[in-house]
């Protein structure tokens, strides 16, 4: 029997998520909307979704299962409609939204008319946003975190787990308020900080306008989420307003703090407050064993230092595809002419970057690090 999903808001994540889901090989009928019916028309071109309805209501009266995968105010706005709907009477209903405090309080009300509202939010994503941008594979090894409410029981939680199960996110449930605490230290309070360093260097670009080509690998690592979509940005901004006021007295209270340490120039504070950081990010579970969390996929990088001469490239991936290890992605860093430049081959598991090396170094003289 068809179990029937409705997701609403068919960007990058309601579409990532409808993708992920059909990995199952459940009998599962997926129906979107989106407000750009551009959108929705090209999500059903590329099969990602089974069929357009003509308004959120007309997808959602026939679920099964509910997904709101709109900015987040929006997701608000439609769980109030939705009080309106005939929904079906045992239908989950669901959202992505990366806030988790109003939207569990406009649950209660879901809760009241007897419906099952369980808050979602999938802890991958990227700058770019749009369908154009989804991927199937893009909740893996992520954390998928649920946050049910107390009316929820364990039989619909994990009927919702399961239906997530072939997204390959790994599903944690958090009360809304821990969440939004968590969220705001990892997630919200970085993007003011990226967008206001973005801030930072437009002013100074009227006084120096050359000042932007300086700008490398440290400003475009620290600043690439200031280019993702400030409709999803204001809203979060919005809904995690009282965390994000107590990371901002926080951040202010460490700047003073700084800004004392660099007035005093004593070389061994400035050392330890380097160095505590370091030791703490180096420890830090996206960075362990080298993998790197990227936009859409996590990555496995080795880097290797490379003369810059023709043929270097093709020496090294003749060697790898020789051994038959694949590599996901290739690029260089960091090079000028005649100077060494930094080749990074991304590789999709440890043990495939581990072959590379080892056969690397014994074919070829160039040092080679993992980061
Ligand atoms: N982008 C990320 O990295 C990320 C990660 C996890 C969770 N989220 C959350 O997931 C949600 C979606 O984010 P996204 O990145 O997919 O955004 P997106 O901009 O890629 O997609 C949102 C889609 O919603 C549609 N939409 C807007 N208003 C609508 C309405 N009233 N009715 C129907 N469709 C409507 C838009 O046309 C768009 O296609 C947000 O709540 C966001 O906070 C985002
Ligand atoms: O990778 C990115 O570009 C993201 O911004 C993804 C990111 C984040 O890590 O902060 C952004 C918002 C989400 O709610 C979850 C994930």
């Known amino acids: 029997m068809n179990e029937n999903v409705a997701i609403i808001g068919l960007g990058l994540i309601g579409g990532s998520l409808a993708l992920a889901i059909k990995r199952g090989g459940r009998n599962i009928h997926i129906t979107g909307f989106d407000r750009s019916y551009a959108t929705a028309d090209e999500a059903y071109r590329r099969g990602i979704i089974d069929m357009i309805a003509p308004s959120a209501k007309a997808a959602c009266e026939k679920a099964d299962y509910i997904f709101f995968a709109t900015p987040v105010n929006t997701t608000i706005a439609l769980m109030e409609e939705a009080l309106d709907w005939k929904l079906k009477e045992n239908v989950i ?81 958090l009360d809304a308020a821990e969440h939004d605490r968590m969220t705001a230290i990892v997630s919200h309070f970085p993007h003011i900080i990226a967008s206001s360093l973005v801030g930072r260097l437009a002013d100074q670009e009227k006084e120096q ?74 420890r830090l579970p996206s960075t362990f064993q080298g993998a790197v969390q990227g936009a859409l996929y996590m990555t496995f990088d080795l880097h290797i230092d490379i003369p810059d001469h023709p043929g270097v490239i093709s020496e090294i991936t003749k060697i790898l595809a020789d051994q038959q290890i694949s590599i996901t992605n290739i690029r260089i860093v960091e090079t000028r002419t005649d100077v060494y430049g930094i080749l990074v081959i991304s590789f999709q598991t440890a043990e495939d970057r581990k072959s590379a090396r080892e056969i690397l170094a014994k074919t070829t003289d160039y040092s080679m690090h993992i980061l």
């Open 93 to 173: 209903l669901s959202d992505t939204g990366s806030t988790k405090n109003p939207i569990m309080q406009a649950a209660e009300r879901l809760h009241e008319k007897g419906l099952t509202f369980i808050g979602g939010h999938p802890m991958a994503g990227s700058h770019k946003s749009g369908i154009a941008a989804a991927k199937g594979h893009l909740f893996e090894n992520a954390y998928y975190v649920l946050t049910p409410s107390e009316s929820a029981s364990d039989e619909l939680i994990d009927k919702l787990s399961n239906l997530l199960a072939p997204s390959k996110g790994k599903i944690v449930l």
């Open 209 to 282: 306008p050359f000042v932007k080509n300086l700008a490398a690998g440290g400003f475009r690592d620290l600043t690439r989420i200031a280019s993702a979509d400030p409709t999803m940005w204001r809203d979060i901004t919005i809904q995690n307003r009282e965390e994000l006021l107590g990371q901002l007295d926080g951040w202010l209270h460490e700047m003073q703090s700084i800004r004392a340490m660099i007035v005093e120039n004593d070389p061994e504070r400035i050392y330890g407050f380097f160095s505590e950081a370091k030791e703490f990010r180096d």
